[in-house]
């Protein structure tokens, strides 16, 4: 089956500083990707949406200039938090999906930690 | 605006007794629906799903019921195995491949 990784599975950081976490598709070519964030207890909320080569989609109440996506390959998509605060603790997920294929496949996702 | 709903944050049932999750949405337009399982720490894995056109999806113990007018769906675990304890989350697309997730609902599967 499709397997989606993500790197780094657990992070901390200390407030001000940015963490990159990578998403990878690793048997298949992935041309969007998904980016979620689920706080305990809680539901997935997507963050944004990336196509390989363009510019990501963001939901509303998701800042672009804090989240930074880039999906410059078929295989590899990555989020960038950019001076992260310890509201930005979270657990981050992300998902492919292959072109005509509407299944989305789940990274493990990686837990940030922002003291 | 929480378009899908898991009304249940957690259900219990005793080994070889049927788990049925329910599920809740208020977006007309979603036309497939989706139910994944996740354990702690770890991606949701796609367990099954429904499109709107049918109203029953069976495969081995899962079966996932669709109730189009009442905009309503439920996931039937039988028998349920104290391996199903989970979170299971409800989750539902409309014309892309955008999902919307209820907020899901914890199974523990007692042996």
């Known amino acids: 089956g499709a397997v989606v990784s993500q790197h780094p599975s657990w992070v901390i950081c200390k407030s001000g500083t940015s963490v990159k976490i990578e998403c990878r598709s690793l048997?298949?070519?992935?041309?969007?990707m998904f980016w979620y964030r689920q706080f305990p207890k809680q539901s997935l909320m997507l963050m944004a949406t990336?196509?390989?080569?363009?510019?990501?989609?963001?939901e509303q109440g998701v800042e672009k200039d804090k989240f930074l996506i880039n999906h410059a390959s078929l295989t590899l998509s990555t989020l960038t938090v950019t001076s992260a605060h310890p509201e930005d603790s979270s657990f981050y997920i992300c998902s492919a999906s292959e072109a005509g294929v509407g299944e989305q496949f789940f990274g493990p996702g990686t837990r940030l930690t922002v003291l | 605006d929480q378009q899908v709903k898991q009304n249940s944050p957690s259900l219990s049932v005793q080994e070889g007794r049927i788990s049925i999750l329910n599920c809740d949405y208020t977006n007309s337009m979603f036309d497939y629906f989706l139910w994944y399982k996740k354990y702690p720490a770890e991606g949701p894995t796609f367990l099954i799903s429904?499109?709107?056109?049918?109203d029953k999806n069976e495969d081995g113990r899962f079966t996932v019921f669709l109730n189009k007018s009442a905009k309503h769906l439920s996931l039937h675990i039988v028998p349920s195995q104290p391996g199903d304890s989970a979170v299971y989350f409800c989750a539902a697309s409309g014309g892309g491949s955008r999902l919307t997730f209820g907020e899901g609902t914890q199974l523990t599967v007692n042996p």
């Open positions: 048997d298949f070519q992935a041309t969007t």
């Open positions: 429904i499109s709107s056109i049918k």
């Open positions: 990336s196509n390989e080569g363009s510019k990501a989609t963001y």
